[in-house]
């Protein structure tokens, strides 16, 4: 090839120019599956003792539950990209053995059953809402010192069909 002639993707080989044609689309691909995942900003706090993460949603280790009560209340964080319409979790009961293995899980609610939005509606991306659960008759804790935790399918988690609009601003 002349020094004085540009290189070009139309002076290339016919094979050459099937190669760079193959190799741009495979880089617009992985950049289009990287921006994909989820940022940590976004997710949460990872370095949160008191949060675990479920993917979707993230869940405060601390919960509320007085003597008597037929609820638990759970402060769920929406780690995905639609507002959450509804969520149906199991609510397990359990204890700890001496060396802090958990164990004797005993589920407490019904996961038919969906939570209900305490403070906010709707639950939009990356926001903190509290959501209530109902527990079952029989299983509401006398004593609220026990353990619980939450588990929730993906399947479990309804978002909604159109976004709601965002609260106005005030000036």
Not at 38 to 64: C, E, F, H, M
Not at 78 to 102: C, F, M, R, V
Not at 137 to 164: H, V
Request: proline share 9%; net charge positive; charged share 25%.
């Amino acid at each position: 090839m002349p020094a004085h002639r540009k290189l070009s993707s139309n002076n290339l080989h016919p094979d050459i120019r099937h190669v760079w044609k193959r190799s741009v689309l495979f880089l617009f691909a992985a950049i289009a599956c990287l921006s994909a995942l989820p940022v940590d900003a976004q997710t949460g706090n990872a370095d949160d003792k008191d949060w675990v993460s479920l993917g979707l949603i993230s869940y405060d280790k601390k919960y509320r539950i007085r003597p008597g009560d037929d609820f638990i209340i759970f402060n769920i964080q929406n780690n995905a990209s639609k507002t959450i319409t509804n969520l149906y979790a199991w609510i397990y009961k359990y204890q700890e053995d001496d060396e802090g293995k958990p164990g004797k899980f005993l589920l407490v609610n019904n996961p038919h059953r969906g939570g209900t939005i305490i403070n906010r509606v709707p639950h939009r991306p990356g926001s903190r809402t509290e959501w209530r659960f109902p527990l079952m008759r029989g299983n509401a804790p006398q004593d609220p010192k026990g353990l619980f935790t939450l588990r929730a399918s993906p399947k479990s988690i309804l978002f909604a069909k159109t976004e709601p609009p965002r609260p106005a601003q005030k000036k």
